[in-house]
């Protein structure tokens, strides 16, 4: 299965329901990860972005810190890499995340575990905790002999928690709504959807 099938079958089955999504790219969510997220809200000098930014850094410095990455890269990294989000319904600004068995990893749990409690996202937390555990075993050592910036070699594992918490945290604190994210373990982009449908099917009557 080539990056991106999940996504793109669960894309053509929504637009069968009439619901559009396509890709985004954010300046908020780059390369440099919360250190990016505080520079571009910075930036913006908008007070409204102030406390649920503050709030969205502390647990992603940690979470950076418990998956053993390299601060210093992430400051010396690039403002103009962004981070591609796949599945973003325009009309109201929500991302949605389709996570394929990859994203269910000792390391994810770990990230997970240092959520605020009063983290805001469209999904069950209890239920991701539970697949992480279910599938690390067997996730953990996914592309093990290859580089991760940041995290060093066998590191793409971090990474991807690490980017899975970072969409989490800053995209409520930067005024969308939370994000929605899906489990896909199976590789079925359709089946996703399909199980989702009358959830996802009210963001076209938001």
């Known amino acids: ?3 991106g099938d999940v996504q793109s079958a669960f894309a053509r089955a929504a637009a069968e329901d009439g619901i559009v999504l396509g890709s985004r790219r954010f300046e908020w969510l780059c390369e440099q990860g ?3 997220l505080e520079r571009v809200a910075k930036a913006r000098r908008d007070p409204a972005l102030v406390g649920p930014v503050t709030a969205a850094l502390a647990p992603l410095a940690a979470i950076y810190a418990r998956l053993k990455g390299d601060l210093s890269v992430l400051h010396a990294s690039r403002e ?3 981070l591609a989000v796949d599945l973003v319904h325009a009309p109201t600004g929500t991302v949605i995340e389709v996570d394929e068995a990859a994203h269910f990893s000792s390391f994810r749990l770990t ?3 240092l959520y605020p409690a009063d983290v805001r996202v469209a999904f069950d937390l209890g239920e991701h905790r539970e697949l992480c555990r279910a599938w690390s075993a067997r996730t953990d050592g996914l592309d093990r002999g290859l580089a991760a910036k940041g995290f060093g ?5 971090r990474e991807r928690a690490y980017h899975d918490a970072l969409r989490d945290l800053a995209v409520p604190a930067m005024g969308h709504p939370p ?3 899906i489990a896909a373990v199976d590789g079925d982009g359709a089946a996703a959807y399909a199980r989702h449908r009358e959830a996802l099917l009210a963001l076209n009557d938001a």
């Open 179 to 181: 994000v929605v994210r």
């Open 34 to 36: 919360h250190v990016g």
């Open 153 to 157: 070699f066998g590191g793409r594992q």
């Open 1 to 3: 299965m080539a990056p």
């Open 80 to 82: 103009n890499l962004l």
């Open 111 to 113: 990230a997970l575990e």
